[in-house]
């Protein structure tokens, strides 16, 4: 039995890209120049819904629920469970609340393979897009006369659905007039941005994950998509290493773990960071079995 995603948003079957199947014991993964064999313990279905949109996936877990392969996408909910009893495996649907922190519990060489090839753009989507345009040049106006970082965010979730919605042809004729006029901008707000990573404001690359210090509490941003506030009476910001994985934990001495973001987090800029703030920054080398623990006790985080 093969088992591959759909395009659920009108009904057209994608591309078999990529095409799970099962071989000799083995879980195989067949996409373009590559097949990937894994043996995980259980497939997991997902759906986010957040301030970018609706994400959906199926996730690949070993026997500690730590990610072995995500594949965001759309997928048929019976065709998974039958092939998961075919193939012997658990098959769980996670409940949305967990969703963030499970996908941020990645096993050493996880990978993060796309679902679905998007179909060519119809009628609507390119209306849509102009539409989306059309806005995005009345925000962008703003931008320029308040200096508002945070509506050049807005802006930019704008045009990433613009993007995700017609292809880029379409999307480079539609917004290039735009971006003659407004591409300046962007340099300037990328050293603000600078300057306020500088100033200890912020933690973060421009448009990546960003943490932010305010009065009494940091926040962590991603785009339109923001975590709660945590509270930084004996804050502790825990840079970790665990086989080929990196990430830090935001940590307070009464609550344990409040979030967790994995990725690569230079250690001269984190202490810069905790240094302007008051903040206690630890590095460390993780076990498995410490790793497990920690990431299990966090209560929210990015991927």
């Given at each position: 039995?093969?088992?591959?995603?759909?395009?659920?948003?009108?009904?057209?079957?994608?591309?078999?890209?990529?095409?799970?199947?099962?071989?000799?014991?083995?879980?195989?993964?067949?996409?373009?120049?590559?097949?990937?064999?894994?043996?995980?313990?259980?497939?997991?279905?997902?759906?986010?819904?957040?301030?970018?949109?609706?994400?959906?996936?199926?996730?690949?877990?070993?026997?500690?629920?730590?990610?072995?392969?995500?594949?965001?996408?759309?997928?048929?909910?019976?065709?998974?469970?039958?092939?998961?009893?075919?193939?012997?495996?658990?098959?769980?649907?996670?409940?949305?609340?967990?969703?963030?922190?499970?996908?941020?519990?990645?096993?050493?060489?996880?990978?993060?393979?796309?679902?679905?090839v998007p179909s060519p753009p119809s009628r609507?989507?390119?209306?849509?897009?102009?539409?989306?345009?059309?806005?995005?040049?009345?925000?962008?106006?703003?931008?320029?006369?308040?200096?508002?970082?945070?509506?050049?965010?807005?802006?930019?979730?704008?045009?990433?659905?613009?993007?995700?919605?017609?292809?880029?042809?379409?999307?480079?004729?539609?917004?290039?007039?735009?971006?003659?006029?407004?591409?300046?901008?962007?340099?300037?707000?990328?050293?603000?941005?600078?300057?306020?990573?500088?100033?200890?404001?912020?933690?973060?690359?421009?448009?990546?994950?960003?943490?932010?210090?305010?009065?009494?509490?940091?926040?962590?941003?991603?785009?339109?998509?923001?975590?709660?506030?945590?509270?930084?009476?004996?804050?502790?910001?825990?840079?970790?290493?665990?086989?080929?994985?990196?990430?830090?934990?935001?940590?307070?001495?009464?609550?344990?773990?409040?979030?967790?973001?994995?990725?690569?987090?230079?250690?001269?800029?984190?202490?810069?960071?905790?240094?302007?703030?008051?903040?206690?920054?630890?590095?460390?080398?993780?076990?498995?079995?410490?790793?497990?623990?920690?990431?299990?006790?966090?209560?929210?985080a990015t991927f």
């Amino acid at each position: 039995m093969e088992v591959t995603p759909f395009k659920g948003a009108d009904g057209a079957a994608a591309p078999p890209s990529p095409v799970m199947s099962w071989d000799d014991g083995s879980f195989v993964i067949n996409v373009p120049g590559e097949d990937l064999r894994l043996r995980p313990d259980t497939l997991a279905y997902y759906h986010y819904e957040h301030a970018d949109g609706d994400l959906y996936g199926l996730a690949l877990l070993d026997r500690d629920g730590l990610i072995l392969l995500d594949l965001p996408g759309e997928w048929l909910h019976g065709e998974l469970r039958d092939f998961a009893a075919e193939a012997g495996l658990w098959f769980t649907v996670m409940r949305e609340a967990d969703v963030p922190v499970r996908l941020a519990r990645r096993a050493p060489g996880w990978k993060r393979l796309p679902g679905v090839v998007p179909s060519p753009p119809s009628r609507w989507r390119k209306r849509l897009v102009m539409a989306a345009s059309a806005a995005m040049t009345g925000a962008m106006s703003y931008a320029i006369s308040a200096g508002a970082w945070e509506t050049w965010r807005a802006v930019q979730w704008i045009g990433r659905m613009a993007l995700e919605l017609l292809d880029a042809k379409w999307a480079a004729l539609i917004f290039s007039p735009l971006l003659f006029v407004l591409g300046p901008l962007k340099p300037l707000l990328v050293r603000l941005h600078r300057r306020r990573v500088a100033s200890g404001k912020v933690f973060g690359l421009p448009y990546g994950i960003n943490i932010v210090a305010r009065v009494g509490s940091v926040q962590v941003k991603r785009g339109t998509h923001t975590l709660p506030a945590v509270h930084d009476q004996g804050l502790r910001l825990v840079r970790y290493t665990f086989a080929d994985l990196t990430g830090l934990f935001i940590v307070d001495d009464h609550e344990g773990v409040r979030q967790h973001l994995p990725g690569n987090w230079p250690v001269a800029a984190l202490d810069h960071f905790a240094t302007m703030n008051g903040f206690t920054l630890e590095t460390t080398q993780l076990t498995r079995e410490e790793y497990i623990e920690l990431v299990r006790s966090a209560t929210d985080a990015t991927f």
